[in-house]
């Protein structure tokens, strides 16, 4: 069965960099691209960008270029997300998700909160 | 980038029928995607590209898409169905997630 399974939670002071990790099994790692999203207390979901992992290739939410960077390790069948120069309202429960042909995410990992406090 | 509207929340009796929409500029030439949300779980897709049902998920639910509303249609609602709903759609190379609608069971 497909899995994704994320790094445990993080607490960062404001402008640090985190990296969470979502370790993919079940399926052909390399079929899939990998998506990163978001979501804040309370709030909706927000959509971060995403990583073929068959070439590397990206595409990131225009919100987040220049902070945010996303690869992915095909000999551990893991993706990462980078997140850089922190700040407060990046506090956020943070999913990886599997992505279909057609950008729908048909598989979510289990959610990766990220706390940003002084 | 494209917006979605979504209804804040509906309410629906238990055993009958909700339908939760998600309006866009000509939202039907898009695939739309539908997510449940239940408190304190990551999201779990429940229709994709407006009609089909991944494995696993009940004949009761069923989605449609035409002009600028695509819809969400939950029959026989129980009390297991209430959570947050999203739509969502790809769009310029980027992904518009609807505000999510809250359906409540009575």
């Known amino acids: 069965q497909v899995q994704l399974v994320q790094s445990g939670p993080e607490v960062k002071k404001p402008g640090a960099s985190v990296k969470v990790s979502c370790k993919a099994s079940?399926?052909?790692?390399?079929?899939?691209?990998i998506s990163w999203v978001r979501q804040a207390p309370g709030q909706g979901l927000e959509w971060m960008g995403w990583?073929?992992?068959?070439?590397?290739?990206?595409n990131y939410a225009q919100k987040l270029q220049g902070r945010v960077t996303m690869t992915a390790d095909t000999s551990t069948n893991t993706a990462y997300m980078e997140l850089r120069s922190l700040r407060s309202d990046d506090t956020a429960m943070y999913y990886c998700?599997?992505?279909?042909?057609?950008?729908?995410?048909?598989?979510w990992g289990q959610g990766t909160l990220v706390t940003v406090s002084s | 980038s494209y917006d979605l509207t979504q209804p804040l929340s509906v309410s629906v009796a238990l055993g009958q029928t909700a339908r939760i929409t998600c309006g866009g500029n000509?939202?039907?030439?898009?695939?739309v995607h539908w997510y449940q949300q239940k408190p304190g779980q990551a999201p779990v897709l429940v229709i994709y590209?407006?009609?089909k049902r991944p494995s696993g998920i009940p004949e009761r639910f069923s989605g449609s898409n035409s002009g600028n509303t695509a819809t969400l249609t939950i029959s026989r609602a129980q009390a297991g169905d209430e959570a947050v709903y999203y739509c969502q759609v790809w769009d310029s190379s980027t992904v518009a997630f609807g505000g999510g609608t809250k359906l409540t069971v009575l």
């Open positions: 990583i073929s992992a068959y070439n590397g290739n990206t």
């Open positions: 998700a599997r992505t279909g042909t057609t950008t729908y995410f048909d598989y």
């Open positions: 590209r407006d009609v």
């Open positions: 000509n939202i039907g030439s898009y695939n």
């Open positions: 079940g399926y052909t790692f390399t079929s899939h691209s």
